[in-house]
């Protein structure tokens, strides 16, 4: 059937993919791949000379083969020894390279723009696809081959006695090894499906749950929201269950063959006894090896829904691509917007129409709005996350469309409102800012954010742990430790979003004292939905209908 | 070295305990796999006999007992399989169920200063990796024991010497376990740890992406998670050159016992006792059958390493009290009017830290306003906290008309509160469902009320679906201030006589705190309000009002 080997084809495309990104560990795999047939032909000669010896020591035949056994079973052990280091070896490797590659494919290509949206799941999701790659080689890839490379050795073995009997036993054999698990890997990839949208909702509804506990004990929806989770729960695993149902099916199926095929060697009527035993201790052997292929073919379905997810994530293009020929960063850090226009899709109303605004180096301007105005959006374009649609955006004089966007990093800095804490130290947390920050100058910036002295209060200091999100701290201090980290960049142009959410008045009074104090010549963009009334400002602007209008506090 | 079972152990101990026990359909499953396969390979024997000695034996029987045995076998791994899945199933179900209970039991002060991400992670992740422990750990564990005792005893019954081969061989794995195993168990596991680890940064960095690449570390950051991944690389072959050993010995132990059992019977059948050829064939082909269930334990292994991880993050969760004391008086109290008093509350969060309420007294008469005020860490949240009965004084007491805020059934409390908070909670469903939480029951009459009152049909009207609006996870997005409408709403559809603001606009432009207020304002009418909010908010609303101060000895101005 043409359609269902297109199918298949479409399917594996992505596995293959993956597989040719391994370049560099090629020759690792490939040493991994031979000791694997290796070990497998002397776990195949071992079960041969086993049963040579057995058949003819019933037919009262003395052979002097312990000795060989011993000899093949001590290369069989070593072979399996050698196999099991080598392929893991190189599976470390892969998966490592597997990983860095696509750190790199998304910070280049679409990663800034997927983090600046808020996906934090969606990539959360992708760290799981890339997880879900872990089996290709060692799972999927060498059993395969395995099983490939057995064909011939049963033709050879069953072949001589009877070759109706090798014919019915390759067919079973080529049912367990391929019919099945091509079976089984289209089988998971529909379960996948249903299983990852299900596994969506349940976690939806759990940090549903999770955020909202005051509010739903206050209406005493304990009931009905625990119920909810349960029922989002029982998604997931009818899914699983239908999956667990055919993996059994399937095994079984896989097994039956298996003992079919034995069955037929055992009621072979040979001329030569001796050459039965041998190949129904072959066919034992090479069933055993081809038995966990239905199970691989579930990991492959798996596996290939992930791999084209996590291609198609990585292949994605930056939204800007940079220039071919980029200009030289110019040496002044004025910022103008000249009528851009934006919006972020085609079908999308308009976020700016015309919108015009200078920011003199060294000044400091407000832009007001109701949240959804588009505030944020005036860093995205400032900093090449996104290109206008019309009108142009001039860095000292420059339209930023010629410039490379890592350059514009390092004159713009941007604190955004889903800025990410890293779990690591809080030093490292703000030295990414500036590697070469020492401590004096970081410590200046934990006060200068309002934190400085809580952080001295820690028996750990500068190396106190930062969780995992920031979970270590309050939402508050997490959002002032990022404050510290923007602050801490060499950046002349400052771009804070949104800068005291989850801080209480009194902190954003005193941090804006601060921020008034410590700027010193540089540029302040800052966004916000309303002022304390004590920031010094050049400008106030309220963003209305895609259009800046002067405003008065 | 004084050892103390830690709570991880200690609770993964008892998971196992009670794990074997809900798991003895399967084990039981796995062990008549085991009969039937002695059954099969006897039936094989003699199968192969009669090959060798075409004249010797019918094969009839051989043959249909083979095919019966192989047929009952395969309808036996439908079976294992699923209640492999069922175990799993159900145990990530009660995990789940329980967890989520006791958080929910143990309310929202009981989270305090943990993300809801990172426990939501737990109570998904984690338990989702505890399926290996009770769908495939523990069984295979049993099975392992006395699957091949059983397979020792078949041989031994064909002939003891076999027998006492397999045995012997039986005997040496848990010993070349043993001494493969000394020295790598404890490093295993902390390799284990670490592999999780670099997982979790290579999860992180992939959050932070954006962060990364606006500071223009991207490449810094790729090149340090390669090396932390070769590190790791290097440390673990360290650690599986002599792990692999004790699969190598497992594979030596089967060979020794195929060549020692191969060797007992050589001598006799080469001296002519054919007879006894299908009673070798036999003991031969129990080999593999005899070391399968083994292999199929260490091949689970990884499993009960990922418990173990996730047993250390389940016990970390905060639990609630053994047992909460029941309320010594069960009232509720009538909904015409809350009057609130407290009388010398005291209370401590963290003792480091000192105390956030000191001798607190107040009195707040029904169905008055009284607006709390003063910088973050004066102990406004913690007022509502223990109104809502989220946490308790430490001395002193609350009173609701005169009765003892702890002598109320915690479901009496919730009947007469309402709160709005900064971002009201909304949960993934229609608009309308949002708003029925509080009063699931509420007459379609009612509900129109409460939506004209919370003014939320100004923007659910200009909705296609209108109030059937999905919102959240994939549904349409709010804005703040539709989002506070919803709660207003909420709210009056309560009609609870007990209302705490939280800085209830605090998120909100200008603009739109006027429209939020003045529905607040018509929500306040006839109702005992609490509010917490900074200054200028609190002079739109006429009351008392209570100055935390930052002396933590607040006094009370009348203004009403």
């Known amino acids: 059937m043409p359609t269902r080997s297109v199918r298949l084809t479409e399917a594996l495309t992505p596995l293959f993919r993956i597989v040719a990104l391994w370049r560099a560990q090629r020759p690792i795999l490939l040493a991994g791949i031979l000791t694997a047939l290796a070990a497998l032909a002397a776990g195949i000669a071992l079960m041969a000379a086993a049963g040579d010896l057995i058949g003819s020591a019933t037919l009262g035949i003395a052979l002097a083969v312990p000795s060989v056994l011993a000899i093949i079973g001590l290369a069989r052990v070593t072979l399996r020894y050698l196999e099991r280091l080598i392929t893991h070896d190189g599976t470390f490797r892969a998966l490592a390279a597997l990983r860095v590659w696509f750190f790199r494919s998304l910070a280049f290509g679409a990663g800034g723009g997927l983090g600046y949206r808020s996906a934090g799941d969606i990539l959360a999701r992708l760290v799981n696809d890339i997880e879900a790659l872990d089996g290709i080689f060692l799972r999927i890839l060498i059993p395969a081959l395995s099983a490939l490379a057995l064909i011939p050795v049963l033709i050879i073995a069953i072949g001589r006695e009877s070759p109706a009997a090798a014919a019915l036993a390759l067919a079973l054999f080529v049912i367990v090894a391929f019919t099945l698990p091509i079976r089984a890997m289209a089988r998971s990839r529909q379960s996948a499906a249903a299983e990852a949208e299900a596994g969506g909702a349940l976690r939806t509804a759990t940090l549903d749950t999770l955020a909202g506990l005051r509010e739903i004990k206050v209406f005493g929806a304990e009931g009905r929201m625990l119920a909810h989770v349960q029922s989002q729960e029982s998604r997931l695993f009818t899914a699983e269950r239908t999956l667990a149902r055919h993996t059994g099916t399937l095994q079984a199926l896989a097994f039956l063959a298996a003992q079919a095929a034995l069955l037929t060697i055992l009621l072979i009527h040979g001329t030569q006894p001796v050459a039965i035993v041998i190949a129904a201790f072959v066919v034992i052997a090479a069933f055993e090896t081809a038995g966990i292929l239905p199970r691989a073919g579930i990991i492959a379905g798996r596996a290939a829904a992930a791999a084209a997810r996590v291609l198609e994530a990585a292949e994605t293009p930056p939204r800007v691509p940079d220039p071919v020929a980029p200009a030289t960063l110019p040496a002044a850090t004025s910022l103008t917007f000249d009528a851009v226009s934006f919006r972020w899709t085609p079908d999308a109303p308009p976020v700016f129409d015309h919108l015009s605004l200078q920011i003199p180096a060294g000044s400091r301007i407000a832009v007001l709005g109701p949240s959804g105005a588009g505030k944020s959006t005036l860093a995205a374009l400032a900093l090449k996350l996104a290109a206008p649609d019309s009108g142009e955006i001039r860095l000292g004089g420059t339209n930023i469309a010629t410039l490379r966007a890592?350059?514009?990093?390092?004159?713009?800095?941007?604190?955004?409102?889903?800025?990410?804490?890293?779990?690591?130290?809080?030093?490292?947390?703000?030295?990414?800012?500036?590697?070469?920050?020492?401590?004096?100058?970081?410590?200046?910036?934990?006060?200068?954010?309002?934190?400085?002295?809580?952080?001295?209060?820690?028996?750990?200091?500068?190396?106190?742990?930062?969780?995992?999100?920031?979970?270590?701290?309050?939402?508050?201090?997490?959002?002032?430790?990022?404050?510290?980290?923007?602050?801490?960049?060499?950046?002349?142009?400052?771009?804070?979003?949104?800068?005291?959410?989850?801080?209480?008045?009194?902190?954003?009074?005193?941090?804006?004292?601060?921020?008034?104090?410590?700027?010193?010549?540089?540029?302040?963009?800052?966004?916000?939905?309303?002022?304390?009334?004590?920031?010094?400002?050049?400008?106030?602007?309220?963003?209305?209908?895609?259009?800046?209008?002067?405003?008065?506090? | 070295m004084a050892r103390s079972v830690s709570p991880a152990k200690f609770w993964i101990k008892h998971e196992i305990k009670a794990g074997r026990r809900r798991a003895a359909p399967l084990i039981g499953l796995g062990l008549l796999g085991t009969l039937l396969a002695i059954g099969q390979?006897?039936?094989?024997?003699?199968?192969?006999?009669?090959?060798?000695?075409?004249?010797?034996?019918?094969?009839?029987?051989?043959?249909?007992?083979?095919?019966?045995?192989?047929?009952?076998?395969?309808?036996?791994?439908?079976?294992?399989?699923?209640?492999?899945?069922?175990?799993?199933?159900?145990?990530?179900?009660?995990?789940?169920?329980?967890?989520?209970?006791?958080?929910?039991?143990?309310?929202?002060?009981?989270?305090?200063?943990?993300?809801?991400?990172?426990?939501?992670?737990?109570?998904?992740?984690?338990?989702?990796?505890?399926?290996?422990?009770?769908?495939?750990?523990?069984?295979?564990?049993?099975?392992?024991?006395?699957?091949?005792?059983?397979?020792?005893?078949?041989?031994?019954?064909?002939?003891?010497?076999?027998?006492?081969?397999?045995?012997?061989?039986?005997?040496?794995?848990?010993?070349?376990?043993?001494?493969?195993?000394?020295?790598?168990?404890?490093?295993?596991?902390?390799?284990?740890?670490?592999?999780?680890?670099?997982?979790?940064?290579?999860?992180?960095?992939?959050?932070?992406?954006?962060?990364?690449?606006?500071?223009?570390?991207?490449?810094?950051?790729?090149?340090?998670?390669?090396?932390?991944?070769?590190?790791?690389?290097?440390?673990?072959?360290?650690?599986?050159r002599v792990a692999f050993l004790n699969a190598t010995a497992l594979d030596l132990l089967a060979a020794a016992a195929l060549i020692g059992i191969a060797i007992r019977f050589a001598t006799p059948l080469l001296a002519g006792h054919l007879a006894l050829a299908p009673t070798a064939l036999f003991c031969i082909l129990l080999v593999p059958e005899f070391f399968a269930p083994i292999r199929a334990f260490s091949a689970v292994y990884q499993d009960r390493m990922t418990a173990q991880t996730a047993a250390e993050d389940l016990v970390a969760l905060p639990q609630p009290a053994p047992t909460a004391p029941p309320p010594p008086i069960i009232r509720t109290v009538p909904a015409q009017g809350v009057a609130i008093a407290f009388e010398d509350v005291s209370f401590t969060w963290d003792e480091a830290r000192g105390p956030v309420l000191h001798n607190l007294s107040f009195r707040l008469p029904a169905n008055e306003t009284m607006m709390l005020v003063g910088p973050s860490g004066s102990g406004k949240s913690t007022i509502l906290e223990l109104l809502l009965g989220f946490a308790h004084p430490q001395s002193g007491r609350i009173t609701l008309n005169g009765a003892p805020l702890d002598s109320l059934v915690p479901a009496a409390l919730a009947r007469i509160t309402a709160i709005i908070g900064q971002k009201p909670f909304l949960f993934a469903g229609t608009i309308e469902d949002n708003i029925r939480l509080g009063r699931p029951e509420a007459s379609d009459a009612e509900l129109r009320d409460a939506i004209r009152l919370a003014r939320v049909a100004d923007f659910t009207d200009t909705l296609p679906r209108g109030l059937a609006t999905r919102i959240g996870d994939g549904g349409y997005g709010l804005s703040g201030g539709q989002a506070q409408r919803i709660a207003i709403a909420r709210a009056f559809l309560k009609d609870a006589k007990l209302l705490l603001l939280d800085e209830p606009t605090a998120q909100l432009d200008p603009a739109t705190e006027r429209d939020v207020l003045d529905s607040l304002k018509r929500l306040a009418i006839g109702r005992t309000v609490i509010l917490a909010s900074h200054a200028a908010f609190a002079h739109e609303f006429t009351g008392r009002k209570l100055d935390l101060g930052t002396t933590r000895t607040p006094h009370l101005e009348g203004v009403a």
């Open chain 1, 406 to 553: 890592q350059e514009i990093h390092t004159r713009i800095t941007w604190l955004a409102q889903a800025t990410h804490l890293f779990a690591d130290t809080i030093a490292n947390n703000l030295r990414l800012a500036r590697p070469d920050a020492d401590d004096q100058t970081i410590w200046a910036a934990l006060d200068a954010a309002q934190i400085g002295d809580t952080i001295r209060t820690l028996p750990d200091q500068l190396d106190t742990w930062v969780g995992e999100f920031g979970s270590q701290f309050s939402g508050g201090q997490g959002r002032r430790l990022a404050l510290a980290r923007t602050l801490l960049s060499p950046a002349p142009i400052l771009i804070l979003d949104e800068p005291c959410a989850g801080l209480d008045l009194e902190t954003e009074q005193a941090f804006m004292r601060t921020i008034n104090e410590t700027l010193a010549n540089r540029t302040l963009l800052l966004i916000t939905h309303r002022l304390t009334g004590i920031e010094k400002l050049d400008r106030v602007y309220r963003l209305q209908n895609g259009k800046l209008t002067a405003a008065t506090r």
């Open chain 2, 41 to 240: 390979i006897f039936c094989a024997a003699h199968l192969l006999a009669a090959a060798l000695h075409p004249a010797a034996a019918p094969i009839a029987l051989p043959a249909i007992g083979f095919a019966f045995a192989a047929l009952a076998r395969a309808g036996l791994i439908v079976a294992q399989e699923r209640e492999a899945s069922r175990l799993g199933i159900a145990a990530r179900r009660r995990l789940r169920s329980t967890t989520l209970g006791n958080l929910m039991a143990l309310g929202p002060s009981g989270l305090r200063g943990r993300h809801s991400a990172d426990i939501a992670s737990i109570i998904i992740d984690r338990i989702e990796a505890l399926d290996g422990l009770h769908g495939r750990w523990i069984p295979a564990a049993s099975v392992a024991l006395f699957g091949p005792a059983l397979i020792i005893i078949a041989a031994g019954l064909a002939d003891i010497r076999s027998g006492l081969i397999l045995l012997l061989t039986g005997l040496l794995v848990p010993v070349s376990m043993a001494i493969t195993g000394i020295g790598t168990g404890l490093a295993a596991r902390r390799q284990f740890t670490a592999m999780t680890r670099l997982q979790t940064r290579f999860l992180d960095r992939i959050r932070g992406i954006a962060t990364i690449v606006l500071a223009g570390r991207a490449d810094a950051e790729a090149a340090t998670l390669g090396q932390a991944a070769a590190d790791l690389r290097r440390r673990t072959m360290r650690i599986l």
